[in-house]
């Protein structure tokens, strides 16, 4: 099955083309599409590879053998809503993190210290379960073959009201203009922010897009700002934080157009998908 879908409306920093993606509906799908969740840390650009999306058949919470088994295509709030339902803790974080739990899993999506590998039980791919000791991962990045079709949790009981205000606290200070999360992650003892304000890009606006005035390391779109704008804008952050502190930072929203796939130059490079 297919369907179209305008990335300016669907993409939270509200870029992309406008195109058919493959809806799939089983454990089978084609090898040289690229997977999309709800595309809150993507930047989609004009030579992107074909897309896929997962269907409705992998948006579903089931509790067997004493683990909470959820569906790749399951939404952050959805999640959040059974766990708060059914006395479950360790999801509070969820109303901070947009997107489906595959994007989630794929990225160890978190705040500070809390990840959502934490209490992950294991992964479901097309080659079959993977436990979460077998699966390399840290702050914010992931190592496995293949498409989450399902995730596995442990079982934790005990909703914390209080942690859900703390997280909700935790990011007042998140600009409300469409972005696609933190821009890039923040290198080992520093903050990405921190470099970029240094720098001297706090603000900088290129055409429609900026490095918000709020909180330096996200990338907002202000006024109808394109794919070259944002690539400008990240291209220019890495390259003057390199050269005034010696620190390369890292992409963490993933630039999905063939141009930047690969690319080896640490002055070009922006993050290969
Ligand atoms: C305002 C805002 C605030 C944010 N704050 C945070 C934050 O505090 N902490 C944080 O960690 N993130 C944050 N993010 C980023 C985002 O919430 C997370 O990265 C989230 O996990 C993305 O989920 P998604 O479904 O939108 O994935 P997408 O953006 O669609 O995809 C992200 C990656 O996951 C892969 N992927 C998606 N589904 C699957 C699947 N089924 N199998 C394999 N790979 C898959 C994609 O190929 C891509 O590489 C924020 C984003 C926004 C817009």
Redesign the pocket.
Same mark, same amino acid.
Not at 96 to 100: A, Q, T
Not at 179 to 182: K, P, Q, R, T, W
């Given at each position: 099955m297919k369907k179209t879908i305008d990335f300016t409306k669907h993409s939270?920093i509200k870029i992309g083309p406008q195109t058919e993606v493959s809806v799939i509906q089983d454990k089978t799908y084609p090898k040289d599409h690229? /997977? &999309?969740?709800?595309?809150?840390?993507?930047l989609i650009g004009p030579q992107h590879p074909p897309l896929m999306v &997962?269907g409705k058949e992998f948006d579903y919470i089931k509790v067997e053998n004493g683990l909470l088994c959820v569906g790749?295509a399951t939404p952050g709030g959805k999640l959040l809503s059974f766990c708060k339902k059914h006395d479950i803790r360790h999801f509070e974080l969820l109303p901070?993190?947009?997107?489906?739990l595959?994007?989630?899993i794929? /990225?160890n =999506?978190?705040?500070k210290e809390f990840e959502i590998f934490n209490h992950l039980h294991s992964i479901t791919t097309e080659n079959g379960e993977l436990l979460k000791k077998d699966i390399p991962h840290g702050y914010?990045w992931t190592d496995f073959e293949g498409?989450?079709f399902e995730a596995k949790f442990e079982i934790h009981k005990g909703f914390n009201e209080a942690h859900l205000e703390m997280f909700k606290k935790m990011?007042d200070n998140?600009p409300i203009d469409p972005? =696609?999360?933190?821009c890039f992650k923040n290198p080992e003892g520093d903050s990405a922010g921190r470099l970029i304000q240094e720098a001297g890009l706090k603000g900088h606006r290129i055409g429609g897009m900026a490095f918000s005035e709020k909180h330096a390391n996200f990338l907002v779109n202000l006024d109808k700002g394109t794919f070259e704008e944002a690539i400008e804008l990240i291209q220019l952050a890495q390259k003057s934080v390199y050269e005034k502190f010696d620190v390369w930072l890292e992409n963490e929203v993933?630039v999905v157009d063939e141009r930047y796939k690969g690319k080896e130059s640490p002055l070009l490079q922006t993050r290969t998908?």
């Open positions: 939270s690229y /997977m &999309l969740g709800q595309c809150n840390n993507v &997962l790749a901070k993190l947009p997107g489906n595959g994007g989630m794929k /990225m =999506a978190g705040l914010r498409i989450v990011r998140q972005s =696609a999360g933190s993933i998908f």
